[in-house]
């Protein structure tokens, strides 16, 4: 049982609207997978159909290899999600609401009082275990989203742009704590974002447009197919360049050539040593793979 | 059964918790007080003292009755107000989307939509079972105060009118799936319930059109109870009162409700009610248990 998350052609209209349009994947178990996308891609009404939430219109979704309408229970103990917007009572304090969602688990008493000492530490929630949800930072509150989705141990975390919308240092602490749970636990994530260095950590990527997967792969796949590489040369003549027999363009002190693939660059140096006094080479960025498989301009950049 | 019971208390808490719900439920009944306070009273004491320029009466008498008009217009008014008010919470959670982070979880939708309701319940008596304490206290400093008999009534009363709120309240906010649908609902209900369950005038005081339509209703007869075990002890206590005098002044008070007609045995109007109440019961569960819309 390899495949915790097996989607099959489903399909998903909003009356006229189109969310989710003959969509297939496969989410293996320990992965982080990553699901990329602009706003309206479809990312956040796939979610809601693999949590139960909504029922597709077409297709098969199996998690963990049982179907949400026979094993409905089932599933929901597996899954653990963070919706995109915060869910919690904004007026119960942080310890409530991890008590009164922990029960609708059946985890009271001192179970819960266990898991609660456990997920307070992963997510320092001492300080703040006493204050109502409504009076929490960004940061802060996306920690209880999240040990709230873990409350009741399940296999799998669905984060739905778990850091939109936070500053860098926050995004990387919960990035930490993250990576710290899947190295213990055993955890798999499945994660949409639109915060492409995020996904360049990923196992695997499915790139999402207008509800239909445009492009996946690991990150390394993606970027050797959908991004250049580069190779800048420094401090050489112009005519030198010309020499190479490459599209080149001039920047500020010297000369950069785009490349299909890195073999190329290393057939260049082996046969032009004299050139390659001062050069860098870059790999295509995950935002470049992104640009050239949806045509998009990313809105944040 | 232990996830059910914190499902209640979560909703009992965010309840009393969300200052916006919570403050919103007592405005009608602080607009009542107000309207006391400033005019009704002085209505309703004018109002007696015609009534009983013939037979020898105690001040004392004519504060009591005063005073077990106003409880009474004021219980009416809170047990179902208040109950509209806290089920609201229905429709938040809809409207937030904390719903969707409950439907989550392995808990049965027919345990979320029956938590609702109970959860109302449990609030609602909360609030009116402290304002009917409150009530005692004052009618005592006034003057007069209830035997235990007819405290336990009015209890009762309290209790089935309550449950009348909670029940219809709850097909009712079933539906409001938007903002502007719980602040009209919200508004209609604390603005027109006070008037047609005869809280601030007597329904005896409307055109008999309009009084036939009331008495289709049955928070109308959740009010004559509560006139009736507020006042009739004090009637009881007047001596040598004509029975024909006695009729007219029960039938000012709304404790004597007419259907076509016809007076109103206390017996029936606690069945209408508790028919009604099994009724709207079986109407929301069936509904919401069906209502699920996935597609
Ligand atoms: N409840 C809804 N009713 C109608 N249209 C919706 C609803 N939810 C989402 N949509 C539409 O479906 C499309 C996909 O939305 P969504 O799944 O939220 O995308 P994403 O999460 O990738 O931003 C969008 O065009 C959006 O406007
Ligand atoms: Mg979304």
Partial sequence: ?301 | MKTFIYLIKRNIKVYFNDKGLFFTSLITPLILLVLYATFLANIFEDSFVSIFKDISISESTITALVSGQLISSLLAVSCVTVAFSSNMLMANDRITGAINDINVTPVKRSYINLSYFLATFISTLIVSISALVLCLIYTSVRGYTYSLGDTLYLIWDVIILTLFGSSLSSIINYFLKTQGGVSGVGTIVSAGYGFICGAYMPISSFSKTLQKILSFLPGTYGTSLLRNHALNPILKTIKYLPSSVLKEIKDGLDCNIYFFDNIISIKVMYLTLIITIIICILIYLFVSNKGRNRK
Wanted: net charge neutral; proline share 2%.
């Fill in chain 1, 1 to 301: 049982m390899n495949e915790v998350i097996k989607i099959n052609n489903i399909t998903k209209s909003y009356g006229n609207v189109l969310a989710v349009n003959d969509l297939s994947f496969k989410v293996k178990k320990g992965e982080l997978f990553s699901f990329l996308g602009i706003n309206g891609a479809g990312k956040s009404t796939t979610i809601k159909i693999i949590v139960g939430e909504l029922f597709p219109d077409h297709g098969e979704i199996k998690v963990c290899g049982k179907d949400i309408r026979t094993d409905e229970d089932e599933i929901k103990r597996k899954i653990g999600v963070v919706f995109q917007d915060s869910l919690l009572d904004k007026t119960l304090s942080v310890y409530d609401n991890l008590k009164y969602r922990a029960a609708l688990y059946g985890i009271t008493g001192e179970e819960f009082k266990e898991r609660y000492k456990r997920l307070s530490k992963i997510f320092s929630l001492e300080d703040i275990c006493n204050r109502k949800v409504n009076t929490l930072s960004g940061g802060q509150r996306r920690r209880v989203d999240i040990a709230r989705a873990l409350i009741h141990n399940p296999e799998i975390l669905i984060l739905d742009e778990p850091t939109t919308g936070l500053d860098p240092g926050t995004r990387n602490s919960i990035w930490k704590i993250i990576n710290n749970l899947r190295k213990k636990e055993n955890l798999t994530v499945f994660l949409t974002t639109h915060y492409m260095e995020e996904a360049d950590d990923s196992d695997y990527i499915v790139i999402l447009d207008k509800g239909h997967v445009i492009g996946e792969g690991s990150p390394l796949e993606l970027k050797n197919k959908y991004a250049k590489d580069m190779v800048i040369i420094y401090n050489v003549k112009e005519e030198d360049i010309k020499k190479l027999k490459m599209t080149y363009h001039k920047i500020r002190n010297g000369f950069k050539i785009e490349v299909n693939s890195i073999s190329i660059v290393t057939d260049l140096i082996v046969k032009h040593k004299d050139i390659f006094k001062d050069y860098e080479v870059i790999k295509g960025r995950m935002d470049d793979v992104f640009l050239s498989a949806t045509g998009y301009e990313l809105e944040e950049k």
